[in-house]
């Protein structure tokens, strides 16, 4: 069964330091979709990148980027020059063969000004 | 702008109530998610609708069903409410050819009393 682990449920980061979100995965699929996603305060989940695994390029957003190694079934969410309003709940995602998609448990991100 | 509109944001029942949690999207969307979000847990699927009046079980269904009458809304019923089911409770959808982009709701907090 397809499994998505976020290791860390808190972190703090400076702001407009750089901080790395950890996944990790299990599939034995070799073609799927993973994601981050954001639920700030206001409870609104939001897309923040999406990797096809097919891919080899690293996905970017502004200033979320991705690392991707498939090997390794790694996916970890870097963000750059963090801002205040990077405060929420990053839930890491793999969507299955049957178009269901699980999510991590989150990791709890603070900004310190 | 597109949207997913839970009918409450917060929702108090007594145990043994039946309890109808109503999602309503405006984007046309072929796809339609019931979700559980716990604290630590992440979130867990509950039920999964890829077309009006068809339905599919995700990993949590027990204690749930649901109904999708009409293209745009997609029902979750608590048949006999527990305390169990106190959580906060996700839906969300997509295009059937575009599984990977979900739009979520902003979530009904429900307690059960």
């Known amino acids: 069964a397809q499994t998505v682990t976020q290791s860390q449920p808190e972190m703090s980061v400076q702001e407009a330091e750089t901080v790395t979100l950890s996944c990790t995965y299990d599939t034995s699929e070799s073609d799927y979709y993973l994601f981050w996603y954001k639920q700030p305060p206001s409870r609104q989940m939001i897309l923040v990148i999406r990797q096809e695994a097919y891919k080899q390029q690293n996905a970017t957003e502004n200033r979320f980027s991705v690392n991707f190694q498939k090997a390794a079934k790694s996916f970890s969410l870097k963000i750059s020059d963090s801002q205040l309003g990077d405060a929420a709940m990053y839930f890491c995602?793999?969507?299955?063969?049957?178009?269901?998609?699980?999510f991590g448990k989150g990791t709890r991100l603070h900004i310190l000004p | 702008d597109v949207k997913v509109t839970q009918s409450s944001r917060y929702l108090v029942k007594r145990t043994g109530e039946k309890v109808f949690l109503e999602c309503v999207q405006d984007m046309d969307h072929e796809n339609m998610f019931w979700y559980r979000q716990d604290p630590g847990l992440g979130l867990r699927l509950i039920y999964f609708?890829?077309?009006?009046?068809?339905?599919e079980k995700g990993d949590i269904p027990e204690g749930y069903s649901v109904s999708r009458e009409k293209k745009e809304r997609f029902s979750l019923i608590l048949e006999s409410a527990s305390t169990n089911q106190t959580s906060m409770y996700l839906c969300?959808?997509?295009?059937?050819?575009?599984?990977?982009?979900?739009?979520f709701g902003s979530g009904t907090r429900l307690t059960v009393v």
């Open positions: 609708s890829y077309d009006v009046k068809m339905k």
């Open positions: 969300a959808s997509s295009f059937i050819w575009d599984s990977v982009s979900l739009t």
């Open positions: 995602a793999y969507r299955r063969r049957d178009d269901k998609i699980i």
